[in-house]
């Protein structure tokens, strides 16, 4: 998976971000803010976890934020347990038209990354030689998916106290995912020994990004 224009108009949007954030002269901002997001507890897009973030300021323009996210879940429904994921972030941030402790607009570089695994019940058919020769067993299937993602993000933060603030934001950018399906995983009889694989999927896609955070502000 190389996409030499993706890593080159990133590379050129850092080098900017760099530039334009450390030519500015320094004044008073938070250096260090931790970060919640409210909606991953509920994100039945992916898989709900409770995420935790921490930005720190680098210069007056300049902020690098950390995200990581746990899953709370073992299982949904009947057919799915063991599940088992985290997510986690990086994003570089320029911000524009500072005011300290009140509102800021930014632009941000964010690649972001997810895997979770759990088993899956279902049924297995087996084909005989004729009709009266198939059969359907119960199967347990092993499934893994990760996620890989990259986006351009603009957002807009406002404070509305010393201590609190929220972030909200949009972006765009691309999105590539794996799964991987294996089987049999358990509880398979012993005497069926043929007709199993291991089954992959990818998908490059366009990454539509929506969000809030709340901050507080710890530095």
């Known amino acids: 998976m190389k996409c030499p224009g993706l890593y080159s108009i990133a590379s050129l949007f850092i080098l900017f971000f760099s530039v334009s954030g450390f030519s500015q002269d320094s004044a008073q901002y938070d250096k260090l803010v931790l970060k919640i997001n409210p909606l991953s507890v509920i994100d039945i897009g992916s898989f709900p976890t409770i995420q935790l973030g921490v930005e720190a300021r680098l210069t007056h323009r300049l902020a690098l934020e950390f995200d990581y996210a746990h899953s709370y879940i073992s299982h949904i429904g009947k057919d799915i347990y063991n599940l088992k994921g985290y997510k986690s972030s990086l994003e570089l941030r320029r911000y524009f038209n500072q005011r300290p402790n009140k509102r800021n607009y930014y632009l941000a570089l964010r690649v972001f990354?997810?895997?979770?695994?759990?088993?899956?019940?279902?049924?297995?058919?087996?084909?005989?030689?004729?009709?009266?020769?198939?059969?359907?067993?119960?199967?347990?299937?092993?499934?893994?998916?990760?996620?890989?993602?990259?986006?351009?993000?603009?957002?807009?933060?406002?404070?509305?106290?010393?201590?609190?603030?929220?972030?909200l934001f949009v972006g765009l950018g691309y999105r590539g995912r794996r799964v991987f399906k294996s089987y049999p995983h358990e509880n398979m009889h012993a005497h069926i020994d043929s007709g199993f694989y291991i089954f992959n999927e990818n998908w490059d896609l366009y990454n539509l990004v929506l969000g809030i955070k709340f901050g507080f502000k710890l530095i």
């Open 113 to 167: 990354f997810s895997e979770r695994s759990y088993t899956d019940k279902g049924t297995l058919n087996v084909w005989g030689d004729t009709l009266d020769n198939d059969s359907t067993y119960e199967a347990a299937y092993h499934v893994r998916k990760t996620v890989f993602t990259s986006s351009l993000i603009a957002g807009y933060e406002r404070h509305f106290s010393k201590r609190f603030s929220f972030d």
